[in-house]
Protein backbone atom coordinates (compact mmCIF):
# COMPACT_ATOMS: atom_id res chain seq x y z
CA UNK A 1 0.00 0.00 0.00
CA UNK A 2 1.40 3.17 -1.06
CA UNK A 3 2.17 5.77 1.92
CA UNK A 4 1.57 9.52 2.42
CA UNK A 5 2.81 11.65 -0.18
CA UNK A 6 3.48 15.28 -0.31
CA UNK A 7 4.43 17.64 -3.19
CA UNK A 8 6.08 19.75 -4.26
CA UNK A 9 9.01 18.17 -1.62
CA UNK A 10 10.98 21.40 -1.68
CA UNK A 11 10.35 24.92 -2.34
CA UNK A 12 11.54 28.79 -2.28
CA UNK A 13 9.31 31.23 -2.36
CA UNK A 14 9.97 35.23 -1.48
CA UNK A 15 8.35 37.17 0.97
CA UNK A 16 4.66 38.16 0.11
CA UNK A 17 3.99 35.48 -2.28
CA UNK A 18 1.44 32.54 -1.91
CA UNK A 19 2.02 29.21 -2.11
CA UNK A 20 -0.56 25.32 -2.26
CA UNK A 21 0.90 22.39 -0.87
CA UNK A 22 -0.74 19.32 -1.53
CA UNK A 23 -1.11 15.55 0.12
CA UNK A 24 -2.01 12.18 -0.77
CA UNK A 25 -3.45 9.98 1.86
CA UNK A 26 -2.83 6.52 2.17
CA UNK A 27 -5.79 5.04 -0.13
CA UNK A 28 -8.96 4.35 2.76
CA UNK A 29 -7.52 7.07 4.73
CA UNK A 30 -10.26 10.10 5.40
CA UNK A 31 -8.89 12.14 7.89
CA UNK A 32 -5.97 13.96 7.00
CA UNK A 33 -4.42 16.88 9.43
CA UNK A 34 -1.59 18.80 8.33
CA UNK A 35 1.82 20.21 11.47
CA UNK A 36 4.80 22.94 10.55
CA UNK A 37 7.68 22.27 11.84
CA UNK A 38 10.65 24.37 13.12
CA UNK A 39 13.65 24.53 14.92
CA UNK A 40 12.16 27.19 17.54
CA UNK A 41 8.54 25.88 17.81
CA UNK A 42 8.36 22.11 17.16
CA UNK A 43 5.72 20.37 15.99
CA UNK A 44 2.36 22.73 15.81
CA UNK A 45 -0.87 21.31 14.55
CA UNK A 46 -2.26 23.36 12.08
CA UNK A 47 -5.71 21.76 11.14
CA UNK A 48 -7.47 18.38 10.52
CA UNK A 49 -9.64 17.65 7.38
CA UNK A 50 -12.64 14.65 7.28
CA UNK A 51 -15.18 14.52 4.69
CA UNK A 52 -14.17 17.59 2.71
CA UNK A 53 -15.12 19.14 6.16
CA UNK A 54 -12.41 20.95 8.91
CA UNK A 55 -12.65 19.32 12.13
CA UNK A 56 -10.04 20.85 14.01
CA UNK A 57 -8.01 23.91 14.07
CA UNK A 58 -4.74 24.91 15.36
CA UNK A 59 -3.36 28.37 16.52
CA UNK A 60 -2.56 29.55 13.55
CA UNK A 61 -3.37 33.15 11.55
CA UNK A 62 -5.94 33.68 8.37
CA UNK A 63 -3.30 33.23 6.24
CA UNK A 64 -3.10 29.38 6.58
CA UNK A 65 -6.07 27.50 4.90
CA UNK A 66 -6.43 24.05 3.99
CA UNK A 67 -9.02 22.70 1.75
CA UNK A 68 -9.78 18.35 1.36
CA UNK A 69 -11.40 17.17 -1.74
CA UNK A 70 -13.88 14.10 -2.33
CA UNK A 71 -11.27 11.94 -3.23
CA UNK A 72 -9.37 12.86 0.81
CA UNK A 73 -6.69 14.24 -1.12
CA UNK A 74 -5.43 18.03 0.69
CA UNK A 75 -3.93 21.12 -0.30
CA UNK A 76 -2.67 23.75 2.43
CA UNK A 77 -2.45 27.27 1.14
CA UNK A 78 -0.24 29.77 2.56
CA UNK A 79 -0.76 33.16 1.31
CA UNK A 80 1.26 36.88 2.04
CA UNK A 81 4.21 35.10 3.21
CA UNK A 82 6.86 35.64 6.07
CA UNK A 83 10.11 34.80 6.28
CA UNK A 84 8.91 32.95 9.87
CA UNK A 85 6.78 30.72 7.68
CA UNK A 86 9.89 28.89 6.70
CA UNK A 87 9.45 25.33 8.04
CA UNK A 88 8.53 21.61 7.47
CA UNK A 89 5.12 21.14 6.17
CA UNK A 90 3.91 17.73 7.10
CA UNK A 91 0.88 16.30 6.00
CA UNK A 92 -0.17 13.12 8.26
CA UNK A 93 -3.61 10.74 6.96
CA UNK A 94 -5.38 8.29 9.12
CA UNK A 95 -8.37 6.58 9.11
CA UNK A 96 -11.42 8.72 10.97
CA UNK A 97 -11.46 11.88 13.24
CA UNK A 98 -9.20 11.73 16.29
CA UNK A 99 -5.73 11.85 16.28
CA UNK A 100 -5.18 10.34 19.15
CA UNK A 101 -7.49 7.49 18.35
CA UNK A 102 -6.28 6.63 14.99
CA UNK A 103 -2.85 6.22 14.41
CA UNK A 104 -1.59 8.81 12.08
CA UNK A 105 1.10 8.56 9.12
CA UNK A 106 3.10 11.08 7.95
CA UNK A 107 4.13 11.89 4.83
CA UNK A 108 8.15 12.60 4.25
CA UNK A 109 6.96 16.40 4.38
CA UNK A 110 7.35 20.11 2.13
CA UNK A 111 10.08 22.00 2.75
CA UNK A 112 9.17 25.80 2.42
CA UNK A 113 12.00 28.53 2.46
CA UNK A 114 10.89 32.18 2.35
CA UNK A 115 13.59 34.43 1.33
CA UNK B 1 -3.99 21.79 28.80
CA UNK B 2 -2.08 18.59 28.26
CA UNK B 3 1.92 19.42 27.82
CA UNK B 4 5.17 17.65 27.51
CA UNK B 5 9.20 18.14 28.23
CA UNK B 6 11.84 15.90 26.97
CA UNK B 7 14.83 15.75 28.54
CA UNK B 8 17.93 16.64 26.72
CA UNK B 9 17.27 17.83 23.32
CA UNK B 10 20.63 15.77 22.54
CA UNK B 11 21.71 12.28 23.62
CA UNK B 12 24.46 10.52 22.60
CA UNK B 13 25.47 6.73 22.97
CA UNK B 14 27.63 3.90 21.60
CA UNK B 15 26.34 1.39 19.45
CA UNK B 16 25.26 -1.63 22.01
CA UNK B 17 24.74 0.63 25.19
CA UNK B 18 21.00 1.33 26.78
CA UNK B 19 19.26 4.14 24.66
CA UNK B 20 17.14 6.24 27.80
CA UNK B 21 14.96 8.84 26.34
CA UNK B 22 13.37 10.72 29.08
CA UNK B 23 9.43 12.19 28.85
CA UNK B 24 7.21 13.97 31.39
CA UNK B 25 3.92 15.41 30.97
CA UNK B 26 0.63 17.20 32.57
CA UNK B 27 -2.22 16.42 32.02
CA UNK B 28 -5.81 17.22 34.25
CA UNK B 29 -7.03 13.75 32.84
CA UNK B 30 -5.62 10.17 32.03
CA UNK B 31 -3.86 10.50 29.48
CA UNK B 32 -2.83 8.70 26.06
CA UNK B 33 1.21 8.86 25.37
CA UNK B 34 3.10 7.98 22.54
CA UNK B 35 6.76 8.20 20.77
CA UNK B 36 7.30 9.33 17.42
CA UNK B 37 10.73 8.49 15.41
CA UNK B 38 11.61 10.46 12.71
CA UNK B 39 14.28 9.89 10.44
CA UNK B 40 16.53 12.45 8.32
CA UNK B 41 14.11 13.58 5.54
CA UNK B 42 11.61 11.78 6.66
CA UNK B 43 7.90 12.03 8.41
CA UNK B 44 7.05 10.65 11.60
CA UNK B 45 6.35 6.84 12.29
CA UNK B 46 4.62 5.87 15.69
CA UNK B 47 6.98 3.76 17.86
CA UNK B 48 4.92 2.99 20.63
CA UNK B 49 1.67 4.17 22.64
CA UNK B 50 -0.22 3.90 25.73
CA UNK B 51 -3.62 4.23 25.94
CA UNK B 52 -5.17 1.88 28.72
CA UNK B 53 -3.82 -1.42 30.66
CA UNK B 54 -0.45 -2.76 30.72
CA UNK B 55 1.54 0.24 32.00
CA UNK B 56 4.60 -1.39 29.77
CA UNK B 57 4.43 -0.72 26.47
CA UNK B 58 6.52 -2.54 23.36
CA UNK B 59 6.83 -0.65 19.76
CA UNK B 60 8.55 -1.34 16.99
CA UNK B 61 12.49 -1.87 16.54
CA UNK B 62 12.75 -3.20 19.64
CA UNK B 63 11.61 0.22 21.80
CA UNK B 64 9.45 0.19 24.96
CA UNK B 65 8.19 2.79 26.93
CA UNK B 66 6.85 2.65 30.53
CA UNK B 67 4.06 4.88 31.54
CA UNK B 68 4.46 6.30 35.69
CA UNK B 69 1.16 7.77 36.49
CA UNK B 70 2.80 8.99 40.11
CA UNK B 71 5.90 10.47 38.05
CA UNK B 72 4.32 11.58 35.22
CA UNK B 73 6.59 9.77 33.10
CA UNK B 74 7.12 7.57 30.33
CA UNK B 75 10.52 6.93 29.21
CA UNK B 76 11.53 5.56 26.04
CA UNK B 77 14.05 2.42 25.93
CA UNK B 78 16.30 0.33 24.31
CA UNK B 79 18.40 -1.87 25.76
CA UNK B 80 20.78 -1.99 23.14
CA UNK B 81 21.63 0.86 20.59
CA UNK B 82 22.15 0.01 17.06
CA UNK B 83 23.47 2.58 14.39
CA UNK B 84 20.18 2.81 12.88
CA UNK B 85 18.39 4.24 16.13
CA UNK B 86 19.81 7.52 15.22
CA UNK B 87 16.83 9.92 14.90
CA UNK B 88 15.12 12.30 16.47
CA UNK B 89 12.55 11.11 18.67
CA UNK B 90 8.98 13.00 19.99
CA UNK B 91 6.82 12.31 22.60
CA UNK B 92 2.98 13.36 22.23
CA UNK B 93 0.44 13.37 24.84
CA UNK B 94 -3.72 13.74 24.46
CA UNK B 95 -6.44 14.01 26.72
CA UNK B 96 -8.82 13.98 24.07
CA UNK B 97 -9.46 12.37 20.90
CA UNK B 98 -8.99 15.75 19.09
CA UNK B 99 -6.22 17.12 20.45
CA UNK B 100 -1.98 15.96 20.22
CA UNK B 101 0.97 17.86 21.93
CA UNK B 102 4.21 17.17 20.73
CA UNK B 103 7.35 17.61 23.26
CA UNK B 104 10.52 19.64 21.60
CA UNK B 105 12.01 16.40 20.64
CA UNK B 106 15.26 14.17 21.32
CA UNK B 107 17.79 13.96 18.63
CA UNK B 108 20.04 10.37 19.65
CA UNK B 109 23.25 9.70 17.90
CA UNK B 110 24.49 6.92 18.15
CA UNK B 111 28.75 6.18 18.62
CA UNK B 112 30.08 3.50 16.49
Avoid at chain 1, 22 to 48: A, D, K, M
Wanted: with cysteine.
Amino acid sequence: KAGVTQTPRYLIKTRGQQVTLSCSPISGHRSVSWYQQTPGQGLQFLFEYFSETQRNKGNFPGRFSGRQFSNSRSEMNVSTLELGDSALYLCASSLAVGRSLYEQYFGPGTRLTVT
Amino acid sequence: AQSVTQLGSHVSVSEGALVLLRCNYSSSVPPYLFWYVQYPNQGLQLLLKYTTGATLVKGINGFEAEFKKSETSFHLTKPSAHMSDAAEYFCAVSDSPDDMRFGAGTRLTVKP
